[in-house]
């Protein structure tokens, strides 16, 4: 029997686009996400009959949920203007963990208008926004492609400061640097020749 894998909730990632820009632009990911939910309700009615119960369902019905940080970008500029002007919106909900044979990730795809956006400019903590989506029909599963870009965003490796010269092998070590779990940390030291100052920090207090 297959192992079963725990789904983390940070490799669920959305992508957002105004619907009658389809012809035109890819759909982008929403960007400094926070979180993201996708809620499925249907309710039944029971009928008493002489018979029995008779129970009716009703249609599907779905809300998404979704929230990131406030930032100068386009997506959030889409989100304003899909509310404000009841504009059809697409929005997928991706699974990073999950690929078919072909290589292409597992989504819920659908359209929605989005029925409120609720900004939030507390003094002490980054804006934030949360807007809910009311979906069109019924979400349709399926599996797609993206982009080496989009992956590359995702799934980046540790890269040194250093100028990149040649392809890179995203293994750690571009940029001269070396990926954390490759080193071992019990091994750290203080740099040899390190400065007066912070040796004299280290003692401050000790002897008066």
């Known amino acids: 029997m297959a192992e079963v894998q725990a ?9 957002f686009r105004l619907l009658k820009n389809a ?4 759909a982008e990911i929403v960007p400094l996400e926070g979180d ?8 039944s009615k029971s009928t008493t009959t002489k018979s029995g119960n008779i129970s009716t369902s009703a249609g599907l019905t779905t809300e998404i949920d979704q929230t990131f940080y406030e930032g100068i970008n386009k997506v959030s500029d889409e989100f304003y203007d899909a509310v404000l002007n009841d504009e ?7 699974n990073l963990d999950r690929v078919n ?4 990730f597992w989504a819920i795809y659908a359209r929605a208008k989005v029925t409120e956006d609720k900004p939030s400019f507390k003094a002490d903590a980054t804006a934030e926004r949360s807007p809910k989506m009311e979906v069109i029909g019924t979400p349709r599963r399926g ?3 993206l982009s080496d870009y989009d992956q590359d965003m995702l ?3 540790f ?3 250093g100028q990149i010269t040649d392809t890179p092998k995203e293994d750690g070590t571009d940029g001269g640097g070396l990926a954390y779990e490759k080193n071992n940390p019990r091994e750290d030291t203080v740099p040899t020749g390190a400065s007066d100052d912070s040796k004299t920090n280290t003692t401050q207090g000790g002897n008066a």
């Open 143 to 145: 599996y797609l492609t």
């Open 7 to 15: 789904l983390a909730g940070k490799r669920m990632v959305s992508y």
């Open 101 to 104: 044979d072909k290589g292409q």
């Open 36 to 43: 993201s939910s996708i809620s499925f309700k249907r309710s």
């Open 88 to 94: 059809v919106v697409e929005y997928w909900l991706v």
């Open 155 to 157: 799934a980046y490796a």
């Open 159 to 161: 890269r040194g400061i």
């Open 23 to 26: 012809t035109k632009e890819k």
